[in-house]
């Protein structure tokens, strides 16, 4: 059963780097046929797609956040991480790490998150 | 696309159906449409996706319905596990994934 789990600082100042990471395990990214992605939950409000990685390291991101987001991901240590810059107040949120399944419906994917980590609340402030 | 999930709170009992909608503003192609179930301290957990598929060990009390703009997810014979809160939430192109703003079961 393969399971994800976030790390990284709980808080950060603004203006600087956010970093997290999340390790794969009971399962491998290598594997393929899915994406590896982020997403964030602001304190009361809802959920916002950050962006995925595949295996190969080629990346999708959400056009908010593009100009200051980077995702990488590390095969031999299973695991994937995100870089957000220049981070603000508005940064605040819990992250999640999730896996993207995909569902070939007649000829047409969709996709949708299968596995889930726990999330990690992260907080900008000085 | 905006999906807007109602009610925001629905109170029941253990044993009771929970029926729980979600509404998009336009119509979303081929019903991609999941549900994830959300309690504090855990992972949050896929039930349904494409509408009415159910996620691989998700009991048989949890269904999908709907298609066009009108989704709905029916949780029968509630049990003490069953009270979260519940995301709709519709695959896109641009952006990729949108979510409703959940429904607290209590």
């Known amino acids: 059963q393969v399971q994800l789990q976030e790390s990284g600082p709980g808080l950060v100042k603004p203006s600087e780097t956010l970093s997290l990471t999340c390790t794969v395990s009971?399962?491998?990214?290598?594997?393929?046929?899915?994406?590896w992605s982020w997403i964030r939950q602001h304190p009361g409000k809802g959920l916002e797609w950050i962006g995925y990685?595949?295996?190969?390291?080629?990346?999708f991101y959400n056009p908010s956040l593009k100009s200051r987001l980077t995702m990488s991901v590390d095969t031999s240590q299973n695991h994937f991480s995100l870089r957000l810059t220049s981070v603000t107040a508005a940064d605040t949120a819990v992250y999640y790490c999730v896996r993207e399944a995909n569902y070939n419906n007649y000829g047409s994917y969709y996709y949708y998150m299968d596995v889930w980590g726990k999330g990690t609340t992260v907080t900008v402030s000085s | 696309i905006v999906l807007t999930q109602s009610p925001g709170t629905l109170s029941l009992s253990p044993g009771d159906t929970a029926t729980l909608s979600c509404r998009a503003s336009q119509s979303i192609g081929s019903n991609y449409v999941a549900w994830y179930q959300y309690r504090p301290g855990q992972a949050p957990r896929l039930l349904i996706h494409g509408a009415s598929r159910r996620a691989t060990d998700i009991p048989d009390r949890f269904s999908g319905s709907g298609s066009g703009t009108d989704f709905t997810l029916t949780i029968s014979r509630l049990e003490p596990e069953d009270f979260a809160v519940y995301y709709c939430q519709q695959y896109g192109t641009s952006p990729r994934y949108t979510f409703g703003q959940g429904t607290r079961l209590e």
């Open positions: 009971g399962g491998s990214i290598s594997s393929g046929g899915y994406f």
């Open positions: 990685i595949y295996q190969s390291g080629s990346t």
